[in-house]
């Protein structure tokens, strides 16, 4: 029962190379989301996905890319990475918009850009 | 536009002291309304949240909060903070009519506990 996973954990990595952070469930959650974490400004929403295949873009969703080809997969794509997207990265999921539905977040990556 | 504003960037308490973390939001209507946990090193745990009914509402690990209408508020207490208490505290909170569930987040308060 291993609910929802981030790999890596910890990554450093320097500027202009391409990085992904992957996010994986076992709950079949229709919806996934990415969120990076700093300091003063809380978690901000960078993309999320309703269902396979569909995708859109959340507050801060530039120099970010992600697919899911399938349900239980997120990836999160920083094609040429930049010192400002160091960060922490959490993937969240829910089963569905219902009010009452709870996100159920992974356990993040820390990302280093030098 | 919603917001959700934390007031206290970082609180420090004596172990068995009382804690209260304050949340105010900013919203057209009363949204669904979360406290979650982060401590050192992981992931983002629920401790409770208020969708409707009763305005003081239990959580996980000796947590409550209480919703206030007329503030606009949703703060955290417990009655007497563990040393495991320690961590970062993030109030959210949820759209009733959000077609897509997304939450919006406090820039956090992180707790720190004297022994």
């Known amino acids: 029962d291993a609910g929802i996973t981030q790999s890596p954990r910890y990554k450093i990595t320097e500027t202009g190379r391409q990085v992904t952070l992957m996010c994986h469930q076992t709950?079949?959650?229709?919806?996934m989301f990415w969120y990076r974490q700093d300091l003063g400004h809380g978690l901000r929403l960078i993309y999320y996905?309703?269902?396979?295949?569909?995708?859109d873009k959340g507050e801060v969703p530039d120099g970010y890319v992600v697919s899911r080809s399938k349900t239980e997969n997120f990836p999160l794509t920083l094609e040429s990475a930049t010192r400002s997207q160091t960060s922490v990265y959490f993937c969240?999921?829910?089963?569905?918009?219902?009010?009452?539905?709870?996100?159920?977040f992974g356990p993040g990556t820390r990302l280093t850009v030098l | 536009a919603q917001s959700v504003t934390q007031p206290d960037i970082h609180i420090t308490v004596s172990e068995g002291a009382s804690l209260e973390l304050r949340c105010n939001y900013s919203?057209?209507?009363?949204?669904?309304l979360f406290w979650y946990v982060q401590s050192p090193g992981q992931g983002l745990q629920l401790l409770l949240k208020?969708?409707?009914?009763?305005?003081l509402v239990q959580g996980i690990k000796g947590f409550e909060a209480e919703f206030k209408r007329s503030q606009s508020s949703f703060n955290l207490r417990k009655p007497s903070v563990h040393w495991s208490d320690a961590a970062e505290y993030f109030c959210?909170?949820?759209?009733?009519?959000?077609?897509?569930?997304?939450?919006?987040f406090g820039r956090g308060t992180q707790l720190t506990v004297w022994p």
């Open positions: 709950w079949s959650h229709s919806y």
């Open positions: 919203y057209g209507a009363t949204p669904y």
């Open positions: 996905s309703a269902a396979a295949d569909i995708t």
């Open positions: 208020y969708f409707s009914g009763d305005t």
């Open positions: 969240a999921s829910t089963p569905s918009l219902q009010g009452r539905d709870t996100q159920y």
């Open positions: 959210a909170v949820k759209s009733r009519g959000s077609t897509l569930g997304r939450l919006y």
